[in-house]
């Protein structure tokens, strides 16, 4: 039968203390909303609305997808009254199914049992066993097992607060009867609010059994209300990433301080030392070794590649044997063929390095393409910008770059070609033989630090130092 899914993201979260409405908060990396959907669409639902309210216009910017169906709840009365501002765009003979902007760890399979479960007419929520169950709706049954009410916290007795049976809202109807429940909600409570709970007792009351289905770990009906809820899911995430990786056979030094933030597939006997980060899409090639405190997102990496400790590896490809770091930094479009090395204080953007190349040492390589078994020596760097546009620079195969070079693009160093260290390259560079720029160095025997003398002696000292025929400076 046809489904809808409404997905409830209007609350403020006051208790997060933030300016960011609540479903946007960050849970490794994405908004919390993001994995509710995550969850949504592997349903194939013929909608998806979102009710949403607080910090509206940043909720819908963050989420522009055409498949979205939105209803505004301009003031918040009540889990009851916020279903109902999506309801009028739902056909009769749809299943709802209600799911919460703030609960992001809820799986597919748990909602496909639920989905289930009622069939066209009956109801079914999702409910969970817990040691404490302060803060939650609790589910009550009678002495037959029977479910014929939820209680909130604030309304429950002392006896049902001791009812270790809670309700998590995850519920799904038929949307003809939902939509007459919910048009009969009073809001006689201790909040004033209308509670969609209360259609329990609604659908009890209609002759319709109610039943119930246990979720089968308490992380995935864990809610965000505040920094230490969402800190508590943010480890839940880690262990999970942390458990899957070793699963595919990844060595972890400490499974504990590993941060995963998106999709990672990797190959055979790949180890990560502690406190490595991995972010958005990233595959690992076998017997990849990643050192302490990489940072790597939206990267390749080939076989047999070593990145070193603290590097961070941004939006780059690396092919196999490489070595990178420590202390490297490869932003986008950078390539390493294979065999290159990029080692400490280097850092590449929109750059390809040979097969076999290296820039081991204190090295900035923007907009520059270089041949294969090119030596880039200590402290050079591509001048690519003169502060309007960036300008690419050209090493062919074989050349060497003496340290502390300085190569002002456009140019282009020709194959085999050395060029001297110390110099400031600003034309095209001939194939082999050696090229060097440096100016005259000179010496001034009586020129005495400004700290040692008076304002007076100074000046006698640089008048001096001055050579035949040169004229003071302005100053």
Known sequence: MPLSLIILAAGQGQRMHSDLPKVLQPL?????LAYVLDAARALAPDAIHIVY????????????????????????????????????????????????????????????????????????????????????????????????????EKDANRKEKSVKEA???????????????????????????????????????????????????VAQVLGVNDRIQLAELETELRRRAAHDLLRAGVTLADPTRLDVRGTVTVGRDVRLDVNVVLEGTVHLGDRV?????????????????????????????????CIVGPYARLRPGSHLAEGAHVGNFVELKNTALGRGSKANHLTYLGDAQIGERVNVGAGTVTCNYDGQNKWPTAIEDGAFIGSGSMLVAPVTIGANATIGAGSTITKPVPRGGLTLERGRQQSYPAWTPANRVNAEERAATIAQSRLPGETPAAE
Not at 28 to 32: T, Y
Not at 177 to 199: F, H, I, M, P, S
Not at 291 to 317: E, K, M, N
């Open 167 to 217: 309700n998590t809202g995850v519920l799904v109807a038929n949307a003809g009867r939902l939509r007459q429940w919910l048009a009969d909600l009073k809001n006689d409570n201790a909040q004033g609010e209308y509670y969609l709970t209360d259609v329990i007792t609604m659908a009890v009351r209609a002759g319709i059994k109610v039943q119930a289905v246990p979720a089968a770990a």
């Open 28 to 32: 490794a990396g994405r908004p919390l």
């Open 289 to 321: 070794v990643v050192g302490p405190g990489a940072v790597i997102r939206d990267a390749v990496i080939g076989a047999d590649t070593v990145v070193q400790a603290y590097s961070v590896i941004d939006g780059a490809r690396i092919d196999a044997h």
């Open 53 to 152: 309210g607080h910090g509206g216009d940043q909720v819908r910017a963050a989420f522009p997808q055409p498949d979205l169906i939105w209803a505004l709840q301009a003031q918040q009365n009540g889990t009851g009254h916020a279903v109902a501002q999506a309801m009028p765009r739902i056909p009769d003979d749809h299943q709802v199914l209600i799911l919460y902007g703030d609960v992001p760890l809820i799986e597919p399979a748990t909602l496909r049992n639920l989905v289930a479960l009622p069939g066209e007419e009956g109801l079914a929520l999702l409910s969970v066993l817990l040691d404490d169950a302060t803060g939650y709706g609790r589910v009550l049954r009678d002495n037959a097992g029977n479910i014929y009410r939820i209680v909130e």
